[in-house]
C-alpha cells in the first residue's frame, strides 16, 4: 500500500567536489552544501512520512467510514419487511416512511372524523366483533 | 377513569379515558374549543405526557383565537375596531395560516367571514345559541376580502370593518400542533392521534396498517349513521358538515359554513365533505372549501390533488382523489401543505 513514489531528480543533492577528502582525523564542520543536504533529506524523510501517515490516516477513514454505514443500514433497516402503513409525519406539511419495528396491531377505530360534533358525540363499540356507531347528544361545553 | 391534568390557570375538563376494546392504545377524551377533543396514544403508559402537552396547545390556541372569549387575543383585535397590531407569535401563525388557506382556496375558506357569522347570530359558543330565535337574521354580509388583511410577521393591520374567524383553519391547526406537542412529550416514542371535533391528525409510528378511524355523519330522521372504517397512517382527515351546527332565525335554517361571497350559509349539494391531506390546517381549509365550491367542489379537490369523501344531501356518497371505497381501506396521503408554506411552521403556540 506504500505508494511513495522516489523524490524527483532535482530534489538529489548535487555531487561533491572532487579532492575535498578531509585529512585523517580532522572533522570537517558542517558547511552550507552539507546543511543543504541535509535539509533536503529531512525534508524527504519527512514528506515520505506524512504521505506514509497520510495513506494509513485515509484507510483507516474508509474503513471507519464503510463500518459506520453498515452500522446505519443495520438500524435503519429491519431484517423483516416493513409493515404496511409503517409512515410518520416529520413535521409540518412532510411526510416520511419510517422503517422501524412497527405499531401494534389495533383493530378498533379510536376516533371518528364528522362534523364539528357540537350536536351529538359519536361512540364507537364492538358488539359481537360488529363494529356499533352510536350518536349521544351532547351537554353544552365551554371554549369557543 | 378521569385523568387529572394540572394547570397554572382555568383547569380544563378532565379528560376521560375511553376504552375501544385494543388494550396496546390508550385513549381519552374532553370537550374543547366548543366541541370535543380525543387523544389516542401508544405505548399506553404515555398517555398522561400526551394530554399535558394536548392541554397546552389547546389553551393556548383557546385564548389566542377564540372570537368567544372576551379575553382572547382575537377579541382585544376586534374591540380595537381596526388599526395595527402586534400579536403573539401564536396567533400570527393562525391567521398566516388562513390567510395562506384562503390563497390557496381562492377565497373559498375566508377568514374575513367573522361578521358574516355575527349577522346570522353565530355571534357566540355554538352550545350557548338559541336553536330557534324567533327573530330574523340581520343582512346578509358579504366577506371584505382576505386580501384586506395585512400580516407582516407579528405585525396584522385590519380594516375597522373586518372581524375575523378562523373556524376553517383552527381546529386543523390545532390538531397539527397537539401531536406535535404530544409527540415532544413523549420523546417521539411510539405514535399519537389527536382529532379536535373530529378533524384528526396523526404523528409518529401508526398502528399496523394505520389509524382505525371512522367517517361518520350524522344520523339521519331514522337514526340511523352512514360510517366507513379507513386506516390512516399519516397525515390528516378533517370533515366539514352543515349537519352538524344549524340553528333557526324566523323561518330559516341556519348552518355555520359561510359562502364568502354572499355572506350566507354555503347551499352546494353537499351535506358533509371529509378530505386526507399532509396536515390537518390543509384538510380543514380543503374540506370547508369544498362545501363553499358546492358543485365545483369535485373539480377544486382534483387539481388540489387530495383524497375526499363527499356526502350529497340525499346521502350519495362519492369519492375522489383516491379515497378508499372499501371498508377498512388505507387512505394515501399526498405529501406538501399549501397552508404552511408562507405561514411560520414550527410548534409556535
Same mark, same amino acid.
Given at each position: 500500500?506504500?505508494?511513495?513514489?522516489?523524490?524527483?531528480?532535482?530534489?538529489?543533492?548535487? $555531487?561533491?567536489?572532487?579532492?575535498?577528502?578531509?585529512? @585523517? &582525523?580532522?572533522?570537517?564542520?558542517?558547511? $552550507?552544501?552539507?546543511?543543504?543536504?541535509?535539509?533536503?533529506?529531512? #525534508?524527504?524523510? &519527512?514528506?515520505?512520512?506524512?504521505? #506514509?501517515?497520510?495513506?494509513?490516516?485515509?484507510?483507516?477513514?474508509?474503513?471507519?467510514?464503510?463500518? @459506520?454505514?453498515? @452500522?446505519?443500514?443495520?438500524?435503519?433497516?429491519?431484517?423483516? @419487511?416493513?409493515?404496511? &402503513?409503517?409512515?410518520?409525519?416529520? &413535521?409540518?406539511?412532510?411526510?416520511?416512511?419510517?422503517?422501524?419495528?412497527?405499531?401494534?396491531?389495533?383493530?378498533?377505530?379510536?376516533?371518528?372524523?364528522?362534523?364539528?360534533?357540537?350536536?351529538?358525540?359519536?361512540?364507537?363499540?364492538?358488539?359481537?366483533?360488529?363494529?356499533?356507531?352510536?350518536?349521544?347528544?351532547?351537554?353544552?361545553?365551554?371554549?369557543? | 377513569?378521569?385523568?387529572?391534568?394540572?394547570?397554572?390557570?382555568?383547569?380544563?375538563?378532565?379528560?376521560?379515558?375511553?376504552?375501544?376494546?385494543?388494550? %396496546?392504545?390508550?385513549?381519552?377524551?374532553?370537550?374543547?374549543?366548543?366541541?370535543?377533543?380525543?387523544?389516542?396514544?401508544?405505548?399506553?403508559?404515555?398517555?398522561?405526557?400526551?394530554?399535558?402537552?394536548? =392541554?397546552?396547545?389547546?389553551?393556548?390556541?383557546?385564548?389566542?383565537?377564540?372570537?368567544?372569549?372576551?379575553?382572547?387575543?382575537?377579541?382585544?383585535?376586534?374591540?380595537? =375596531?381596526?388599526?395595527?397590531?402586534?400579536?403573539?407569535?401564536?396567533?400570527?401563525?393562525?391567521?398566516?395560516?388562513?390567510?395562506?388557506?384562503?390563497?390557496?382556496?381562492?377565497?373559498?375558506?375566508?377568514?374575513?367571514?367573522?361578521?358574516?357569522?355575527?349577522?346570522?347570530?353565530?355571534?357566540?359558543?355554538?352550545?350557548?345559541?338559541?336553536?330557534?330565535?324567533?327573530?330574523?337574521?340581520?343582512?346578509?354580509?358579504? !366577506?371584505?376580502?382576505?386580501?384586506?388583511?395585512?400580516?407582516?410577521?407579528?405585525?396584522?393591520?385590519?380594516?375597522?370593518?373586518?372581524?375575523?374567524?378562523?373556524?376553517?383553519?383552527?381546529?386543523?391547526?390545532?390538531?397539527?400542533?397537539?401531536?406535535?406537542?404530544?409527540?415532544?412529550?413523549?420523546?417521539?416514542?411510539?405514535?399519537?392521534?389527536?382529532?379536535?371535533?373530529?378533524?384528526? %391528525?396523526?404523528?409518529?409510528?401508526?398502528?399496523?396498517?394505520?389509524?382505525?378511524?371512522?367517517?361518520?355523519?350524522?344520523?339521519?330522521?331514522?337514526?340511523? +349513521?352512514?360510517?366507513?372504517?379507513?386506516?390512516?397512517?399519516?397525515?390528516?382527515?378533517?370533515?366539514?358538515?352543515?349537519?352538524?351546527?344549524?340553528?333557526?332565525?324566523?323561518? /330559516?335554517?341556519?348552518?355555520?359554513?359561510?359562502?364568502?361571497?354572499?355572506?350566507?350559509?354555503?347551499?352546494?349539494?353537499?351535506?358533509? +365533505?371529509?378530505?386526507? %391531506?399532509?396536515?390537518?390546517?390543509?384538510?380543514?381549509?380543503?374540506?370547508?372549501? *369544498?362545501?363553499?365550491?358546492?358543485?365545483?367542489?369535485?373539480?377544486?379537490?382534483?387539481?388540489?390533488?387530495?383524497? !375526499?369523501?363527499?356526502?350529497?344531501?340525499?346521502?350519495?356518497? /362519492?369519492?375522489?382523489?383516491?379515497?378508499?371505497?372499501? =371498508?377498512?381501506? /388505507?387512505?394515501?396521503?399526498?405529501?406538501? *401543505?399549501?397552508?404552511?408554506?408562507?405561514?411560520?411552521?414550527?410548534?409556535?403556540?
Amino acid at each position: 500500500m506504500d505508494t511513495d513514489r522516489n523524490p524527483p531528480e532535482e530534489e538529489m543533492p548535487p $555531487p561533491r567536489l572532487a579532492g575535498s577528502a578531509p585529512a @585523517a &582525523g580532522w572533522v570537517r564542520l558542517p558547511g $552550507p552544501g552539507d546543511a543543504a543536504a541535509e535539509s533536503r533529506r529531512a #525534508r524527504r524523510d &519527512g514528506v515520505r512520512h506524512v504521505r #506514509r501517515m497520510s495513506n494509513w490516516t485515509a484507510a483507516a477513514l474508509i474503513a471507519g467510514t464503510g463500518a @459506520a454505514t453498515v @452500522a446505519l443500514a443495520h438500524h435503519a433497516f429491519p431484517v423483516s @419487511a416493513p409493515a404496511a &402503513g409503517a409512515a410518520a409525519t416529520t &413535521g409540518v406539511g412532510g411526510t416520511a416512511i419510517t422503517n422501524g419495528a412497527g405499531g401494534p396491531q389495533v383493530s378498533h377505530p379510536v376516533a371518528t372524523t364528522s362534523g364539528s360534533g357540537v350536536a351529538v358525540t359519536t361512540q364507537t363499540q364492538t358488539v359481537n366483533g360488529k363494529t356499533v356507531v352510536t350518536q349521544v347528544p351532547r351537554a353544552a361545553s365551554p371554549g369557543s | 377513569m378521569a385523568i387529572p391534568v394540572p394547570t397554572l390557570t382555568t383547569p380544563a375538563p378532565l379528560w376521560q379515558r375511553v376504552n375501544t376494546g385494543d388494550a %396496546a392504545v390508550a385513549v381519552a377524551e374532553r370537550a374543547a374549543l366548543g366541541t370535543s377533543a380525543r387523544v389516542a396514544v401508544w405505548p399506553p403508559e404515555n398517555l398522561d405526557g400526551a394530554l399535558a402537552a394536548v =392541554d397546552d396547545v389547546l389553551g393556548a390556541l383557546d385564548r389566542q383565537a377564540s372570537r368567544f372569549r372576551q379575553d382572547s387575543e382575537i377579541s382585544w383585535i376586534h374591540r380595537g =375596531d381596526g388599526g395595527l397590531f402586534l400579536v403573539s407569535d401564536g396567533l400570527a401563525e393562525a391567521i398566516g395560516v388562513a390567510l395562506e388557506a384562503a390563497r390557496w382556496t381562492g377565497g373559498l375558506a375566508d377568514p374575513t367571514v367573522g361578521q358574516a357569522l355575527i349577522s346570522l347570530g353565530y355571534d357566540r359558543d355554538f352550545a350557548a345559541i338559541d336553536p330557534a330565535r324567533g327573530e330574523p337574521a340581520g343582512c346578509p354580509a358579504p !366577506a371584505p376580502g382576505w386580501e384586506q388583511v395585512r400580516l407582516d410577521g407579528p405585525l396584522l393591520r385590519l380594516a375597522a370593518d373586518i372581524r375575523l374567524d378562523l373556524g376553517a383553519t383552527a381546529k386543523g391547526l390545532g390538531a397539527d400542533r397537539a401531536v406535535r406537542a404530544a409527540m415532544t412529550a413523549t420523546g417521539q416514542a411510539g405514535g399519537v392521534l389527536v382529532s379536535l371535533g373530529g378533524d384528526l %391528525a396523526v404523528a409518529g409510528q401508526p398502528p399496523l396498517g394505520g389509524w382505525p378511524i371512522l367517517v361518520a355523519g350524522e344520523p339521519d330522521p331514522a337514526g340511523s +349513521v352512514g360510517i366507513q372504517p379507513v386506516r390512516l397512517a399519516s397525515g390528516a382527515v378533517a370533515t366539514s358538515s352543515i349537519t352538524c351546527r344549524q340553528w333557526r332565525r324566523a323561518d /330559516r335554517a341556519l348552518h355555520h359554513i359561510v359562502d364568502p361571497r354572499t355572506g350566507l350559509p354555503a347551499d352546494g349539494p353537499w351535506q358533509m +365533505v371529509s378530505v386526507a %391531506a399532509a396536515t390537518c390546517a390543509d384538510a380543514n381549509a380543503a374540506a370547508t372549501a *369544498s362545501i363553499v365550491a358546492g358543485a365545483a367542489a369535485e373539480e377544486w379537490l382534483a387539481w388540489a390533488g387530495l383524497p !375526499a369523501r363527499l356526502v350529497t344531501h340525499a346521502g350519495q356518497v /362519492r369519492y375522489a382523489g383516491g379515497w378508499p371505497e372499501t =371498508d377498512g381501506g /388505507r387512505i394515501t396521503i399526498p405529501p406538501g *401543505s399549501h397552508v404552511y408554506s408562507r405561514a411560520r411552521p414550527g410548534g409556535l403556540r
